[in-house]
């Protein structure tokens, strides 16, 4: 008993039981984010946390905003959220500056979590006086402003007013800024107390203000601290938000007051009005329930002044720090700029080693007769002990533009890490996460460290949500996570022993790692067998030879003929998978790449080993032939990848302007039991919210699980695509459907011919255009050309087919919409629509140009058959017709309808629309000069070589009998 007792107690002190706390924080960034207008609020950016057990939110944001395309004047308005409070509204205006101006502002609020649980999303949200938006990007941070292991509440005070104040009458005189005073800051011990404000002022005519913060104790005399703040102003009332940030060091213990001051220092007096103020101050020492007193570290260092012409960053000033822990570092500035010449992107940033924190780059406009200020937030995490940090602020110009940077604060403080709990086994449930008696300490949650130690009487199996802070599973020590659990490590992970993930047919584990990472994991993903994949391996490292090895029990397939195995990469330039690997292919997968593969008999898991990606990752795609490329989820939980999803960012819209716009969304090999060769089955995943019954062209997925691959076609010259952190979800199952909701309006359009049926989906939403919406609208994936079907856009028409066309609906118009149809080997086709939702009184009608006939296909069951010849390909005979028959207005016809339609691509113009014999078509500049006649055959599609046409505008007259059509191109 006396041997058992004193190696547990060793073993405790062996591992480093840790007595401090943490405040949990949280943080995220957006970058070039439109508005709502004339006070609509939109989000920003948004910081989720976890405040079970936690009373008190500290929330802190900047942000910088720009005008989108033009110059008009207008004021950006933002607010923080939690979804059921707001912290007051701040105005920043932009006045007209040549389309220039941009300006930088933050924000602070603390708010109430007390009567809260689970985890809560804070927003930075932002709108537009007028019906012009405004352009933001922000960083947003939350921190829980109670400790993680005692539960002991710091102690802090919080004013919001919304009261205007003027300045003094006598100028340079300073005020009190009244109701901006906050009380009851208490010390117990000597230490800090961090302090912000942000100021909202305006003026009714130029000149300049300044801002400053005091503090007393016990009603002792008022002291100024840390530098003031300073803007000039305009006579045309013009908006703009200062900020002050310290953090008091080495105060004795004591309460204490904060407040605001104030004074106009130009122009007439009285002119300066402090609008709203915001005004928050918390101790950074506190008393623990074991009563040892404890506090988080913290630094504050200044310059008076500094300057910079270079167009690269260049730091303000530096500070070390050394972290005692592992720790997150709240960061925090203010500065005020001029320059010696109107300079429209004076840039800030914040930076740990010289590499920027994500989003805290800020832009402002300044002109050469004014003073401008900014401020900016963010947060470091996960840095470890014994490691030394420069951290700065860094600040940059033009060449030959003097920026000057005067009266700047850097100011932070740590986040100490949490307590540790030790895994034993040996309990009533032996591998239950949540049974106490399985281990040394408390069940470790989302605030407190995992140890997993060699030598447990047995070792944890997961089988539902887990959530802690860090995780360290020591060499000899397993985890093991089925396939109905996930673990999220809001730290830092550890992996010398064995974790591994387990899937089956209904459903796969995932894991989430917040924070940096060591060590390998084993994901098995499963797959039918005899069926074709694209995966993407959801770890860094796996040896290709070693996957395909028998021994890994991955049941590869292996062709004897070929010598080759059931698993190979795409080829952008081919447009086609490569050959198969084989025995001597060498390396490792490439980590965000899709390869296609086959599991043979019997169904079951493939297993990949490696580490994890440990932060955003970047993955490059090439335009060089096809723009076609194969690429995956590298993480081992789901991504999110509509709008539709829960998660703070979605792979589509931080992608977007990487994919080429005709084919922003995602497609997806969907193999089926009866697949023959011959089926095209990439399903396509995006944002239209047409809820497809029959699973013919969209898939129903808000989300791709882990291992999984799919197909981009890359926007030309190449792009790069970001998946990042905050894609990742935990959705356990393989069937992921999309997000509940209200389908939109829409039919699938079906073609069938003999066994085959090919369909695109029409569908209506309110916010959707005639023309091309991005990821909403998708291209034809024609992957089988001998028999497809799609339609053309309404308006400014590609040149390319659509497998699913979104639409607004348009009440008082019939809509027109033409048909193409690939049919190479000919032969009889019948037209039907399925999975119809529209309204009662709408009727959808096909109609053949060639034999006259309009056939009403609305309801199940009818369907209009016809006999096409032998080559059948593109657009200009079938044409949709969607109307509601109490409505004559008119119609709203696709250019073809008109009959014709033409376009330029690949060095030839091309017509479209049947013509008879004799018919002629001409090309004329848009000067009226005659660039040649052309003759045009009999038949719907009509190719006129151009291979010397200029870039620019140009018109093509088609004329066939009485049928004339001037038709608009545009080379580019």
Known sequence: MIRTFTFIFLFIG????????????????????????????????RASLNVTGIDKVLVVASFDTKYNRTSTTRDGIYKLSDGNSESGSMILSLRNSGGLDKGIG???????????????????????????????????????????????????????????????STLGAWRRVSRVRINGIILVEEGDVYVSASVNSVADGSGAGEWKLQYRSNNFNWTDFGPTTSRSFTSDASYGISTLSYVLQDLPADDYSFRLMHRQTEGNPGDLTTYTAQLAACALVYEALDGITREFPSFSTQKLSTSTTSPTMSPVFNHSIDPSNVTDLFLQAQYVMTADASLDAAAYDLSIDQSILDG???????????????????????????????ISLRHQSVTGINLTTQNATLSGFQLTSVGNSVWKGGALLPTDW????????????????????DGAASYPVL??????????????????????????????????????????????????????????????????????????????GQNIQSFLHPDANNHIPYSNSFEAYGLTDYSELDNSWNPFFTSSTPGTFNTGEGYLMRRESPDGSVSYLGELVESDFQYGISASVSGWNAVGN???????????????????????????????????????????????????????????????????????????????????????????????????????VKSAGKSWDGFKLVATHGERSESAIICFHEEMSPGLDP????????????????????????????????????????????????????????????????????????????????????????????VVEENTQDTGRFFLRIKDPNVTTGDYRHPEAAPFQAYYLHSSITILGKVGEGATAFIFDMSGRNLGRYHLQMGNRHTIPVPSLEEGLYLVAVIDGRKRSVLKILKN
């Not at 979590?113 to 941070?141: C, F, P, Q």
């Not at 066309?805 to 080997?825: H, N, R």
Request: net charge negative.
């Open 14 to 45: 062996s591992i480093g039981m840790s007595a401090q706390d943490r405040l949990l924080a949280a943080y995220r960034t957006a970058t070039d984010v439109r508005s709502g207008k004339e006070g609509a609020f939109r989000r920003v950016t």
């Open 106 to 168: 933050t924000l602070v609020h603390i708010f109430d979590a007390s009567t809260l649980s689970g985890r809560v999303s804070y927003d930075l949200r932002h709108s537009s006086s007028t019906n012009r938006i405004v352009i933001s990007s922000g960083t947003i941070v939350a921190i829980g402003l109670t400790t993680s292991e005692s539960g002991v509440e710091i102690s802090h005070d919080f004013v919001n007013s919304s009261t205007p104040v003027s300045t003094s």
């Open 634 to 736: 590298p993480f081992p939980s789901s991504l999110g990848v509509t709008s539709d999803a829960t998660t703070d960012e979605n792979f589509l819209t931080v992608n977007l302007d990487q994919l080429d716009p005709n084919y922003g969304v995602l497609y997806l090999w969907d193999e089926q039991i009866d697949y023959s060769g011959t089926q095209n089955y990439y399903k396509v995943i995006g944002n239209a919210g047409y809820i497809d019954s029959y699973n013919y062209e969209e898939l129903q997925m808000d989300y791709q699980q882990a291992g999984q691959g799919f197909l981009v076609k890359s926007v030309d010259g190449g792009g790069i695509l970001r998946f990042t952190k905050a894609m990742q979800a935990h959705q356990n199952s393989t069937g992921m």
């Open 775 to 866: 990821s909403y609208d998708a291209g034809l994936l024609n992957s089988k050309p001998e028999f497809s079907v799609y339609t053309r856009l309404l308006e400014e028409d590609p040149g390319i087919g659509f497998k699913i066309q979104c639409l607004p609906y348009q009440s008082t118009t019939e809509l027109v919409i033409p048909v193409g149809m690939d049919l190479l080997s000919g032969g009889e086709v019948s037209f039907s629509a399925d999975g119809v939702l529209l309204p009662s009184t709408h009727q959808i009608f096909l109609e053949d140009r060639s034999t006259g006939r309009v056939t009403d296909i609305t309801t199940q069951g009818s369907s209009y058959g016809v």
């Open 360 to 390: 805290t780059d800020q832009l402002r406009y300044i002109s050469s007769t004014e003073v401008g200020n900014g401020g900016s937030v963010g947060l470091g995490t996960s840095l470890l002990p014994g490691t030394s940090y420069g």
């Open 434 to 453: 949540d049974q106490n008696d399985n281990w040394i300490g408390e069940v470790p949650g989302s605030r407190e460290n995992a140890i997993i130690p």
């Open 463 to 540: 089988q539902a949500a887990t959530e802690c802070q860090d995780l360290s599973l020591r060499a000899g020590g397993t985890l093991t996570l089925g396939s109905t659990s996930s673990l999220t490590i809001n730290g830092v992970s550890e992996f010398d022993g064995t974790l591994t993930v387990l899937s089956d047919q209904t459903g796969t584990g995932s894991l989430i790692v917040l924070g940096p990472s060591t060590g390998n994991i084993t994901y098995n993903s499963h797959l039918a067998a005899n069926r074709w994949y694209i995966v993407s391996t959801p770890v860094t």
